[in-house]
C-alpha cells in the first residue's frame, strides 16, 4: 500500500512540476513575441499547442507567430482544423478571415465572414465576443456587421447601439452614425444630452444639420408623440440658426406635455446668449402668461429687463431710455418686493438714477435699503456694496468708496468679486496720483483668477510702469490721472479739457496713445460714435506698438456691430483682431461675433 501511494505522489509531483515549467514557457513565449524573436516563440507555442492541457492558452500565441513569420499555409491548416474539431465556435473563423486579410484574398474573407455572420448564435454575449474579436485585429468594420446581424438573430432593432455609436465614429461613418443616434434618443430619450454632445463632435458644417433636420422630421411624422426627437429638432433649429422653427416647437413641447416652462426658459437663455433678443423676449412672455404661481414668473420678469437693458446698452440708447428703464424696474420691485429674487432689478434700477438720470441721492438711498434684504449671501451683499462704491465715486467720496471696496476685499478675500473690489480700490489710489501703492496692488491682481481682471490690472500696471518715475514730479500722469477719474464721474466735459491739458504742458509726453484711448472712451459715452472710432483709428495707425491696439480695434468692432448696426465694416474688424491679435482677451467674443456675422453654426 505504501508503495501505491508513493508511486501516485509521485506522478502528482512530476505532473505538477511539468505543469509548472510549462506555464513558465508561456510568460516566456510571450516575452520572446513581444521582443520579435517570432521563430523561438513558435517552437515553445507549437509544443505548448500539441498538449492538450495548454492547446487553448498557447493558440492565440500561436496564431499571431505564424502571421509574424507569414506561414499562411501552416495557419489555415491549423485553424481549419480547429474549425472542424469544434464547429460551433463562430470565434475560430475570426482567425481564418485575418489570415485571408493578411493573404490579400478579400474574397475569401468576405465568404468566411457571411458564413459567420449566418451561424452567429442568439446570445448577446457571444455576438459581443466575436466582434470584439474583430476589434482586436482592427476590422472595425467587420465588427459593425456582426453587431448589425447579431441585431436581426436576437430579434432587437436596439441591441448594440453603444458599441455600433462609437464604431460609426471611429469610422466617421456620419450617415451611419446619425441614425443610430436618432434610434438611440428615440428609444432611450434620457440619453438625449449624450446624443446631442456627439452631434456636436461628429458635425462640422450647417449642411450636416439640415440633413438631420429633414431626418427628425420624418422621424417625427411616423413617431408623432416622440417628445426626445422633438427636443432634439429644437436644438437642431438653433444649430441652423433658425430661431423662430426652435421657439414654436419648444412652445408646442411645452404645450402637449404641461410643463412647467423649463425648456422655455432655458431656450430663452441661448436665445438670449446668441444675441437674438426678439425670440427670447418671446419665449419670456410665453413664461410670464402661464400665470404668477409658475416657477419661472419672477425670473422671466427679470430676464426681460435685463433684455431690454442690454439692447438699450448695445445702441447706446440707454440715457435716452433711462427714464423707461426705470419705471419698469419700479414696477417689478412694487410688484414682487424686495428680496433675494428682485435683487438684480434693486441693482440695475440704482445703476440707471445714478448714472443716467442724475438721482444720486435716491440711488443711495436704495442700495443702503438693499443691504437689509433679508438672508442675503456674502456674495450678493458685496455686490450691492460694489454698487454702493461706485455711486460715491460718481457723488465725489472716493475715500468712502475705497472703505466699501476694502470690506467687500476682507470678507470675500481670493474670490472674484473681492479681486474686483481690490482692482477699483488700486484705481481709486492711482487717481490720487498714489501710484506705487497703486502699482503694488494691481501686481498682485494680475494672477487673478479673473482674466478679465487680470488683464485689466496688467494693462494699469504697465501704464504706471512706463510714466511712472520717482525721482519726478509726474505732473504728466497726474493730470491723466484725474482725467480718468473725471471719465469715470461721466464729466465727460472737464475729462476732455484735463485731457488736452496734458498734451498741451507736455507736447512730447509717453502718455499720447493713453489720452487717445480715453478720449474715444469719452465719445463713445457721449454717443458721438463718428468721433470716437476716428480716435481709435488714430490709436491704430499712430502707436501700432501701444498695449491698447487690441482694445481699439475691437471696440470699433462693437460700434459698428451695436451701435451703428454696420455688420460688414463689424465683421472686418473682428477678423482684424482674431488674425493679428490672438492672444487678445477679446479674441475669444470677437471670433463668436464673427461667425454669427458670417452665419456659421456655433
Known amino acids: 500500500m505504501k508503495k501505491i501511494l508513493l508511486s501516485i505522489l509521485s506522478i502528482l509531483y512530476i505532473s505538477l512540476n511539468v505543469f509548472s515549467q510549462d506555464n513558465e514557457n508561456i510568460v516566456y513565449a510571450q516575452q520572446l513575441f513581444g521582443n520579435g524573436e517570432y521563430e523561438k516563440a513558435k517552437k515553445i507555442y507549437e509544443r ?38 469544434d464547429s460551433g465556435n463562430q470565434n475560430l473563423k475570426v482567425y481564418l478571415i485575418q489570415l485571408y486579410i493578411e493573404k490579400g484574398d478579400k474574397p ?26 474583430f476589434y482586436r485585429i482592427n476590422q472595425y468594420e467587420y465588427a459593425a456587421k456582426v ?43 434620457e440619453y438625449l444630452p449624450s446624443v446631442k454632445s456627439n452631434f456636436s463632435r461628429a458635425y462640422q458644417s450647417n449642411e450636416d444639420y439640415q440633413i438631420l433636420k429633414s431626418l427628425l422630421i420624418k422621424r417625427l411624422q411616423k413617431n408623432t408623440d416622440n417628445l426626445a426627437l422633438s427636443e432634439l429638432l429644437a436644438w437642431t ?33 441661448i436665445l438670449k446668449d446668441e444675441y437674438q433678443y426678439a425670440y427670447a423676449q418671446k419665449a419670456y412672455e410665453q413664461l410670464i402668461l402661464k400665470g404668477k404661481n409658475n416657477p419661472y414668473y419672477i425670473s422671466a420678469q427679470i430676464e ?70 433679508p438672508r442675503l449671501n456674502p456674495n450678493e451683499l458685496a455686490e450691492v456694496k460694489l454698487e454702493l462704491a461706485d455711486v460715491n465715486i460718481l457723488n465725489n467720496n472716493p475715500w468712502e468708496a475705497s472703505l466699501l471696496y476694502g470690506q467687500i476685499e476682507k470678507s470675500l478675500p481670493n474670490t472674484v468679486l473681492g479681486q474686483e473690489a481690490k482692482f477699483r480700490n488700486a484705481k481709486i489710489a492711482f487717481y490720487n496720483a498714489d501710484f506705487k501703492w497703486a502699482k503694488a496692488q494691481l501686481d498682485v491682481l494680475k494672477a487673478s483668477t479673473s482674466q478679465l481682471i487680470a488683464n485689466d490690472a496688467l494693462d494699469l500696471s504697465l501704464l504706471i510702469q512706463e510714466h511712472f518715475d520717482e525721482d519726478s514730479s509726474n505732473n504728466a500722469l497726474k493730470t491723466y490721472a484725474k482725467a480718468e477719474f473725471l471719465r469715470e464721474q461721466h464729466l465727460h466735459e472737464q475729462a476732455l479739457s484735463k485731457l488736452d491739458s496734458v498734451l498741451k504742458a507736455y507736447p512730447n509726453t509717453d502718455l499720447a496713445d493713453d489720452i487717445l484711448l480715453s478720449k474715444a472712451k469719452i465719445y463713445e459715452a457721449k454717443r458721438d460714435y463718428k468721433q470716437a472710432i476716428s480716435y481709435y483709428e488714430k490709436l491704430c495707425n499712430d502707436f501700432s506698438n501701444s498695449i491698447w491696439i487690441d482694445d481699439a480695434i475691437y471696440n470699433i468692432g462693437i460700434i459698428y456691430q451695436d451701435k451703428i448696426q454696420n455688420n460688414q465694416s463689424a465683421s472686418l474688424y473682428y477678423e482684424k483682431l482674431i488674425k493679428d491679435h490672438p492672444g487678445s482677451i477679446y479674441t475669444i467674443d470677437a471670433r463668436k461675433r464673427f461667425r454669427l456675422l458670417r452665419g456659421d453654426s456655433l
Do not use: C, W
Open 304 to 373: 426681460l429687463l435685463k433684455i431690454k437693458q442690454e439692447q438699450a446698452n448695445n445702441k447706446g440708447s440707454i440715457g435716452l431710455e433711462a427714464a423707461a428703464l426705470e419705471t419698469a424696474y419700479e414696477a417689478v420691485l412694487t410688484e414682487f418686493g424686495y428680496n433675494q429674487r428682485t435683487l438684480f432689478a434693486v441693482l440695475e434700477l440704482a445703476k440707471v438714477k445714478a448714472n443716467y438720470l442724475n438721482k444720486l441721492p435716491a440711488a443711495e438711498k436704495l442700495l443702503l435699503d438693499a443691504l437689509n434684504i
Open 237 to 269: 433649429y438653433i444649430q441652423i440658426k433658425e430661431f423662430n422653427l426652435a421657439l414654436i416647437q419648444t412652445i408646442s413641447i411645452d404645450k402637449r406635455t404641461d410643463g412647467n416652462g423649463a425648456l422655455l426658459f432655458q431656450l430663452a437663455a
Open 108 to 133: 475569401n474573407a468576405d465568404k468566411t465572414l457571411n458564413d459567420l455572420l449566418g451561424k452567429l448564435p442568439p446570445n448577446n454575449f457571444s455576438i459581443s465576443q466575436i466582434a470584439n474579436n
Open 48 to 85: 505548448l499547442y500539441q498538449n492538450k492541457n495548454f492547446k487553448e492558452i498557447a493558440y492565440d500565441g500561436y496564431m499571431n507567430t505564424l502571421f509574424k513569420l507569414k506561414e499562411y499555409d501552416l495557419a489555415e491548416k491549423v485553424i481549419k482544423k480547429e474549425i472542424k474539431d
Open 147 to 189: 453587431f448589425i446581424q447579431g441585431r436581426k438573430v436576437i430579434n432587437s432593432n436596439n441591441a448594440f447601439s453603444f458599441e455600433l455609436i462609437n464604431l460609426y465614429k471611429y469610422l466617421q461613418q456620419k450617415d451611419f452614425l446619425t441614425q443610430e443616434l436618432i434610434n438611440l434618443v428615440e428609444t432611450q430619450p
